[in-house]
């Protein structure tokens, strides 16, 4: 088992929310990733990187929202978020480690 620099640049990071813990206790985790990463490079990069088997992915894309700052406007950028679901006897605790 070999890891690439690529699976690196695929997942950006975890997501820690209320919703992502939740999820978590149904076997899901939730990652932050690279605008143009595709279903099935992710999946590969979280089994390669945390020695996992992967479900099933999916993806969300955020659009960034408009604020407001001093009179100039600006938005923030997108960002795609991945729900990865493992399967079972599999665990990735990202709350560890922070």
Do not use: C, W
């Not at 699976?7 to 978590?24: G, L, M």
Request: hydrophobic letters at 40%; a positive charge; glycine letters at 6%.
């Amino acid at each position: 088992m070999t890891i690439d620099a690529k699976h690196y640049d695929v997942i950006v990071a975890p997501v820690i929310t209320e919703k992502a813990t939740t999820v978590s206790e149904h076997n899901k985790v939730v990652f932050k990733v690279a605008t143009k990463a595709t279903k099935p490079q992710i999946k590969e990069a979280v089994e390669k990187l945390f020695d996992v088997k992967v479900k099933s992915v999916n993806t969300i894309v955020r659009k960034g929202k408009t604020k407001v700052f001093r009179g100039s406007f600006g938005t923030q950028s997108d960002s795609k978020r991945a729900v990865v679901t493992l399967e079972e006897g599999h665990r990735i605790d990202v709350t560890t480690g922070l």
